[in-house]
């Protein structure tokens, strides 16, 4: 799909007041991922010079970003202090090509099939609208006889543009020569005492520049001003993501009720009940995860996991059966039983070993973190510890209610017997009470 001539510009420069957060805005996420990181990676589909315009906190931007996508973008820095605004971001941007697409950077459900509409439009600037009455944050479009006059921002317009429910949704096509004409023109004398990018359009309207709207849809072109808008954005996204893998054969049960990330990955036949949440970049093969159960960062194959169990990130587990409030952390297990009320953290687990209800790994000794190793075809009994670091090596038996302080050898018994009171009738005694 890539279009070798277009250059595509983001504008990712603003604080986003209206959020009420330290974080800038374009790094809130979204099902796991930042904001900006969807844009960007539907513009790198269309586009190889793709320029992202930064201000707030750009640094932090620009390393996350790299993290996705190494030098593959390049970024600006905009004059905030001087030149506020959408229409300042694009005062020192140099394009590579003859049409620009600009984006708004808090538009994270853009999808490359609908941008790509924009460039085989031949008008010398369009305008992406949306029809949406009585709906608030959006500049009004202006349109006569099927021409975009002008652009007017909400608080600097009048009841009866206000009352229009032609809304700019934030995307531009630009003929290279129009936008760097009228970006070097451009005023703050509005409401809100900044450089509007939306100005160009009555600016070229008065050269007779013919501006063309093109109408979209809010699921694809939807602002994020506020954290209302961000929950919105996500669900839209999280059911996007959702029905791609249904489509694929993922098998869900009530997916209204599963949360699955950006980064999650499933292989062969999956099935994933009510209430599970999939985060960051797990990998899911051919597995069963049961109700309520949250999984972080993790690999799960050939198992079955909950309900209501808790893979932490790093965890790899293969061949296993993990049961109800089981939580396990940067461990592996392979072949595997921990059916009930474990925890297991930084731990190796060997096939054939089951592991008894209310286990756990004692494995933070208050200063750092130890690993505990358990062997193959081990059998521990419940309610145990391993004070980590520890080993139980192959073929080894823990007595229930064992804490297990050293390494246990191959083939051994290993329990923990304290001094046992047995005294007759204490119950009555002790209540005063007849037998
Ligand atoms: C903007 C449009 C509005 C449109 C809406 C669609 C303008 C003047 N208004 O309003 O007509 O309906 O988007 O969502 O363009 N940014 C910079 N530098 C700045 C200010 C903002 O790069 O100095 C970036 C922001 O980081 C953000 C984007 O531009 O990603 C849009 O800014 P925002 O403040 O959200 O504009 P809106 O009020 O939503
Ligand atoms: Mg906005």
């Given at each position: 799909m890539n279009n070798s001539s277009l250059s595509i510009v983001i504008l990712a420069a603003g604080k986003g007041t209206r959020m009420k957060s330290s974080i800038p805005k374009v790094l809130h996420r979204i099902c796991g991922r930042e904001m900006l990181y969807y844009s960007i990676k539907e513009s790198l589909k269309?586009?190889?010079?793709?320029?992202?315009?930064?201000g707030f906190e750009q640094e932090r931007i620009a390393v996350k970003m790299r993290e996705y996508f190494g030098d593959k973008i390049r970024f600006l820095s905009q004059?905030?202090?001087?030149?506020?605004?959408?229409?300042?971001?694009?005062?020192?941007?140099?394009?590579?090509?003859?049409?620009?697409?600009?984006?708004?950077?808090?538009?994270?459900?853009?999808?490359?099939?609908?941008?790509?509409?924009?460039?085989?439009?031949?008008?010398?600037?369009?305008?992406?609208?949306?029809?949406?009455?009585?709906?608030?944050?959006?500049?009004?479009?202006?349109?006569?006889?099927?021409?975009?006059?002008?652009?007017?921002?909400?608080?600097?317009?009048?009841?009866?543009?206000?009352?229009?429910?032609?809304?700019?949704?934030?995307?531009?096509c630009f003929d290279r020569k129009i936008l760097e004409s009228y970006v070097s023109v451009l005023n703050n004398h509005n409401a809100q005492?900044?450089?509007?990018?939306?100005?160009?359009?009555?600016?070229?309207?008065?050269?007779?520049?013919?501006?063309?709207?093109?109408?979209?849809?809010?699921?694809?072109?939807k602002g994020v001003n506020d954290k209302l808008d961000l929950a919105r954005a996500e669900e839209i996204l999280g059911d996007r993501i959702k029905e791609s893998w249904l489509k694929k054969g993922v098998l869900m049960r009530l997916p209204n009720t599963i949360y699955i990330?950006?980064?999650?990955?499933?292989?062969?036949?999956?099935?994933?009940?009510?209430?599970?949440?999939?985060?960051?970049?797990?990998?899911?093969?051919?597995?069963?995860?049961?109700?309520?159960?949250?999984?972080?960062?993790?690999?799960?194959?050939?198992?079955?996991?909950?309900?209501?169990?808790?893979?932490?990130?790093?965890?790899?587990?293969?061949?296993?059966?993990i049961g109800n409030f089981v939580e396990v952390k940067k461990s592996q297990l392979d072949g595997v039983k921990v059916g009930h009320l474990s925890y297991l953290g930084d731990s190796e687990v060997g096939s054939g070993t089951n592991i008894g209800a209310g286990f756990i790994t004692c494995n933070y000794d208050g200063k750092g973190k130890h690993q505990t190793i358990i062997g193959k075809n081990v059998f521990i009994g419940s309610d145990s510890q391993a004070v980590a670091p520890v080993v139980i090596e192959d073929n080894c038996l823990i007595g229930a209610g064992s804490t297990i302080r050293q390494n246990i050898k191959k083939g051994e018994l290993f329990a923990t017997i304290g001094k046992e009171i047995i005294k007759e009738g204490f119950f009555y005694k002790f209540f005063d009470k007849k037998p």
């Open positions: 269309l586009s190889d010079d793709v320029c992202v315009i930064l004059d905030l202090a001087n030149f506020p605004g959408t229409g300042g971001a694009l005062r020192s941007y140099t394009p590579k090509y003859e049409k620009i697409l600009v984006l708004n950077g808090d538009m994270p459900l853009v999808q490359a099939e609908e941008l790509e509409k924009f460039i085989t439009h031949s008008s010398e600037i369009i305008v992406s609208v949306l029809d949406v009455p009585n709906t608030n944050g959006y500049g009004r479009v202006v349109i006569q006889e099927g021409a975009v006059q002008g652009i007017v921002e909400e608080k600097d317009a009048n009841p009866e543009i206000l009352a229009l429910s032609t809304l700019n949704a934030g995307v531009y005492k900044e450089y509007y990018l939306t100005d160009i359009i009555a600016l070229a309207r008065k050269d007779s520049v013919h501006i063309a709207p093109l109408f979209v849809e809010m699921t694809n072109f990330e950006e980064g999650v990955e499933f292989v062969g036949e999956c099935i994933i009940e009510n209430g599970v949440s999939i985060c960051g970049d797990s990998k899911i093969i051919e597995s069963h995860i049961k109700a309520q159960s949250v999984i972080e960062s993790s690999i799960v194959e050939k198992s079955d996991v909950g309900p209501l169990a808790h893979l932490r990130p790093q965890s790899i587990i293969k061949n296993t059966h």
